[in-house]
């Protein structure tokens, strides 16, 4: 898939997406969140494409996916048609002098999720429905990290930086939404 297919993709999501819990509630104020936080970064994406850098436009768009679709999951967001996935079909490979900044973005990425996923814990209790989906963030998150750096050992750079930063999205907006508590580094 082409950098340009996976914008297509977000924007075509991100244009259909509602809010669908009434306003003035806490639920909307969240999806409000979860909505404004994947369309900042997909315009960011398509900013740092239009100005020559698809390393960063690739991490955009897959982070604001990773943001879509927790708020699809969640409830929170709902769009008229069924997103497709972003990882439905193997990543352009990008031009060789783009070769060290996405080496050196991937492995700060995977970093940067590996810590993420060791400062939180869930917050709701145990008991509730809740906390089971603030564990199947986690897993989701723990899935794209561990698939990400399968991925970067066997060269595929492009694969593992969308990996880490749609795990990183997920994660993000759960944070954000209340589903964890960050007890360590933020």
């Not at 967001?77 to 079909?89: D, G, N, Q, R």
């Not at 603030?134 to 060269?155: D, E």
């Amino acid at each position: 898939m082409k950098i340009t297919e996976c914008q297509v993709l977000l924007t075509s999501a991100l244009s259909t997406a509602r809010i669908p819990a009434p306003e003035n509630t806490h639920y909307h104020r969240n999806a409000g969140r979860v909505l404004e936080m994947a369309q900042a970064y997909e315009y960011d994406g398509t900013r740092f494409f239009l100005s020559g850098d698809p390393v960063n436009a690739l991490a955009g768009f897959y982070y604001a996916f990773g943001w879509v679709h927790f708020g699809i999951s969640s409830g929170l967001l709902t769009t008229k048609e069924p997103v497709i996935c972003p990882f439905k079909a193997p990543l352009e490979l990008l031009q060789t002098p783009f070769r060290a900044k996405i080496e050196e973005k991937t492995i700060r990425y995977e970093h940067l999720l590996d810590l993420a996923m060791t400062s939180v814990i869930c917050a709701p209790d145990p008991a509730t429905t809740s906390h089971d989906f603030a564990r199947r963030i986690l897993c989701i998150a723990g899935a794209y990290a561990r698939h990400g750096v399968h991925l970067r050992k066997s060269g595929e750079l492009e694969e593992a930086l969308a990996g880490f930063s749609y795990g990183h999205g997920w994660l993000d907006a759960g944070v954000t939404t209340g589903f964890f508590r960050i007890v360590a580094e933020r």
